[in-house]
């Protein structure tokens, strides 16, 4: 089938729903073998779908390490950013794929890189509880206190989505207890209501 499809130039078809090429799906399912063969027959690995997203991205969101690994060895853009200028780095740390994170960072990704509304690596993961994603990248130094475009530093994003393990650590490493978004809201005060309570008592 592979042999067949090199024959008809895999590379140069058309684009599916979404804008996906034949290289990305593979590369999100983590298929590294078809990954490879379609390399082999040409296929483009920065292509992009309608998002932006080229196969590294999906491989990166989909936690495959095996494929993303492949990808960078031969060179696909490790800092490539889609429609809302998300890395793949950025993908990964947001699906809590602390491996992939690891393996990205240790190929030069830059780990403070920010999509188009500000946010970075370190507030994605904030935003999504990923807790193991958040230490590893405190403890590389990722600034937590650095803020997105609305004003929101990472403990921000952690209290509103109710994820108190993150916001507790990010409150023992030193984020800003004080620090106001752009409205002039302190993260108390859009912290949800789940946890409002035990911050309070714990910390004030």
């Not at 780990?111 to 990923?130: H, Q, Y």
């Not at 997105?148 to 989505?161: K, S, V």
Request: glycine residues 10%.
């Amino acid at each position: 089938m592979i042999s067949k499809a090199c024959e008809e130039g895999l590379d140069k078809m058309k684009q599916k729903e979404y804008g996906f090429n034949i290289l990305h799906e593979p590369s999100g399912k983590g298929n590294l073998g078809l990954v490879k063969s379609l390399i082999k027959c040409g296929s483009n690995k920065e292509a992009k779908d309608d998002g932006g997203r080229t196969p590294l991205i999906c491989a990166s969101n989909g936690g495959n390490l095996d494929v993303v690994k492949y990808l960078i060895s031969i060179e696909a853009d490790k800092e490539v950013k889609d429609d809302i200028g998300a890395t793949p780095l950025y993908w990964a740390s947001n699906n809590g794929h602390l491996a992939v994170v690891k393996y990205l960072i240790s190929m030069g990704a830059d780990k403070n890189i920010k999509n188009n509304r500000g946010i970075s690596p370190l507030f994605i993961a904030s935003v999504r509880g990923r807790y193991d994603v958040v230490d590893y990248l405190v403890r590389l130094g990722a600034d937590v206190n650095e803020p997105n475009c609305d004003g929101w530093i990472p403990l921000f994003a952690a209290a509103y989505e109710g994820h108190l393990r993150v916001v507790e650590y990010l409150i023992s490493v030193r984020s800003n207890l004080n620090h106001k978004d752009n409205s002039g809201r302190t993260f108390l005060d859009i912290a949800n209501n789940k946890i409002q309570g035990t911050i309070i008592d714990l910390y004030f």
